[in-house]
């Protein structure tokens, strides 16, 4: 039968708390990825012959890595590439935000995102006056508005509006966690299903975040697997992790 090997399948993480892992999460389309393992080399010289050759060595420090590549951009996914937090923006009602004094031209702020239902009015004494829409131009889903005439109201401009909902994730403020990562395949040469599962991973804080692309974007990552003390005792399982193979049926 061949041992000839092609992956296809599908990576998931699983957060780690207080030593557990947790419900694991399907990272999308990743389109490669790689383990690599090392070990610091002690060596031995002789010093009897002349020749000064290595006649011993063992591994002293053990070591493996990851590296692959996210195509989908979840907020989860992108919390995980980026070491962030993620959050959601409620929206609802805003009256009366200060707009400050506005100047033709410029493009102000309202504060929310996916506006709509905006009404603009100045800072009369008695009956404020209703800004005229001509006179302003707003990009609803960035939330902002940009005035071409505010001759004849009075400064400073307010705002009434409705936001909408829109997601956060924040960028490099949080610790890298640790997750479990597993691969669940098919080797496409038999259909030989295929499990791999690293027990404690750990992502390199550093990574890059294009923002204009020509083609499809994605996104590097790098990390480590950490070794698991609780699993020294079965041979089965492994310190940094383990491959199952699962032969297809007959």
């Given at each position: ?125 008695g009956t404020a006056a209703t800004v005229d829409p001509s006179k302003y131009t707003i990009d609803a889903a960035f939330g902002t508005i ?68 020509e083609e499809f974007g994605s996104y590097e990552i790098n990390g480590r697997a950490l070794s698991d003390a609780s699993k020294s005792n ?17």
């Open positions: 039968m061949s041992q000839l090997i092609s992956l296809q399948g599908r990576f998931y993480l699983a957060p780690i708390v207080a030593g557990v892992a947790g419900t694991p999460r399907y990272l999308g389309n990743v389109p490669d990825f790689e383990i690599a393992t090392d070990a610091d080399i002690l060596e031995h010289t002789e010093s009897t012959t002349g020749q000064r050759t290595v006649d011993f060595s063992m591994s002293r420090t053990k070591s493996a890595t990851f590296k692959g590549t996210l195509e989908e951009v979840s907020k989860e996914n992108l919390a995980y590439i980026l070491n962030g937090n993620t959050s959601t923006i409620a929206g609802g009602a805003v009256t009366g935000k200060g707009l400050g004094t506005v100047v033709a031209g410029t493009e102000v702020a309202l504060g929310g995102y996916n506006v709509s239902a905006v009404t603009i009015k100045d800072s009369a004494s940009t005035f071409n005439d505010v001759a004849g109201y009075t400064m400073p401009l307010k705002a009434d509006f409705t936001a909408g909902t829109a997601e956060v994730v924040t960028i490099n403020d949080k610790e890298s966690q640790e997750y479990e990562l597993t691969f669940r395949g098919i080797n496409t040469v038999n259909n030989d299903k295929v499990e791999v599962k690293l027990w404690r991973t750990k992502k390199d804080p550093g990574t890059t975040f294009p923002l204009i692309h079965d041979s089965a399982l492994g310190l940094f992790g383990r491959i199952v193979k699962i032969a297809a049926p007959a």
